[in-house]
T-cell receptor, first 112, second 115 residues
Framework: AQKITQTQPGMFVQEKEAVTLDCTYD???????LFWYKQPSSGEMIFLIY??????QNATEGRYSLNFQKARKSANLVISASQLGDSAMYFCATSNAGKSTFGDGTTLTVKP | EPEVTQTPSHQVTQMGQEVILRCVPI?????FYWYRQILGQKVEFLVS????????KSEIFDDQFSVERPDGSNFTLKIRSTKLEDSAMYFCASSVRKINTDTQYFGPGTRLTVL
């Protein structure tokens, strides 16, 4: 079974600063994917970034980067230069063999 | 940019009624998924579907749930006899390949309210 732990129920960050959202996972699978999704108050799930378990380089997508530490089983999301529009719930997820497991989420609030 | 679509956006039904939630995955995607999110809680996997059959399902996906790809574009989730606890947002998603190696894209969701 897979398990995702997001230990920060809520985070605050000042506009234009960087923020790290924590995610640790537990899986016995050798091949898996790690994902981060953003869910604004409107409710949709927006894909942000993907990291494959065999990828040696950390994934980056614009202002988003994933700090992947395989030995520690962590996949933290780093958002650089925070914007007011980044205020949302953020979910970390892992996937294998057609099934995804999500964490409880972190609510990020960006302060002006 | 291609996207997953879902209809209706909001469905209200009486307890015990059957509902069908509809999804149109991205056209070149081969893997399809349903998730649910009870208000204020995390997203929960229900089922994945590939090559016209279920690949994986969770313990939530019991006999009252079924999925179907009735034609080349639609992917449906049926709940046979709705319960109050089925009230949730239901998300459809799709991916080109298996999601341990590929990104899945979510639709906007259908909010199901069971009265």
């Amino acid at each position: 079974a897979q398990k995702i732990t997001q230990t920060q129920p809520g985070m605050f960050v000042q506009e234009k600063e960087a923020v790290t959202l924590d995610c640790t996972y537990d899986t016995s699978d050798q091949s898996y994917g790690l994902f981060w999704y953003k869910q604004p108050s409107s409710g949709e799930m927006i894909f942000l970034i993907y990291q494959g378990s065999y990828d040696e380089q950390n994934a980056t997508e614009g202002r988003y980067s994933l700090n992947f530490q395989k030995a520690r089983k962590s996949a933290n999301l780093v958002i650089s230069a925070s914007q007011l529009g980044d205020s949302a719930m953020y979910f970390c997820a892992t996937s294998n063999a057609g099934k995804s497991t999500f964490g409880d989420g972190t609510t990020l609030t960006v302060k002006p | 940019e291609p996207e997953v679509t879902q209809t209706p956006s909001h469905q209200v039904t009486q307890m015990g009624q059957e509902v069908i939630l509809r999804c149109v995955p991205i056209s070149n995607h081969l893997y399809f998924y349903w998730y649910r999110q009870i208000l204020g809680q995390k997203v929960e996997f229900l089922v994945s579907f590939y090559n016209n059959e279920i690949s994986e399902k969770s313990e939530i996906f019991d006999d009252q749930f079924s999925v179907e790809r009735p034609d080349g574009s639609n992917f449906t989730l049926k709940i046979r006899s709705t319960k109050l606890e089925d009230s949730a947002m239901y998300f459809c998603a799709s991916s080109v390949r298996k999601i341990n190696t590929d990104t899945q894209y979510f639709g906007p969701g259908t909010r199901l309210t069971v009265l």
